[in-house]
């Protein structure tokens, strides 16, 4: 049982389980892709590439989000102006 269970184990490991040789990720790359907690790379369109590109490189934010983040910086500046000047 353990012997048909540790083929089993290697075979997946090594890339023996059905893929095509143009298609095997070199061990190593497996071992940093599991270390790192990748499963697999994903086939992307040419499209798709685009708009995760886009998203990527927007600087649209939502109002919500702006007024928080705005909200949060004038809360913390008075914080450290007042942690400032109290023991000045």
Request: glycine content about 6%; charged content about 15%.
């Amino acid at each position: 049982m353990r012997g048909a269970m540790s083929a089993t184990l290697c075979a997946a490991v090594l890339g023996g389980d059905g893929q095509s040789e143009t298609n095997r990720v070199p061990w190593w790359r497996t071992a940093i892709n599991w270390v790192c907690g990748i499963e697999k790379t994903l086939e992307v369109t040419a499209e798709e590439n685009a708009e995760i590109a886009h998203r990527q490189t927007s600087l649209d934010e939502q109002p919500l989000y702006r007024t928080l983040c705005n909200v949060n910086a004038i809360a913390l500046t008075a914080f450290a102006i007042f942690i400032w000047a109290f023991f000045a």
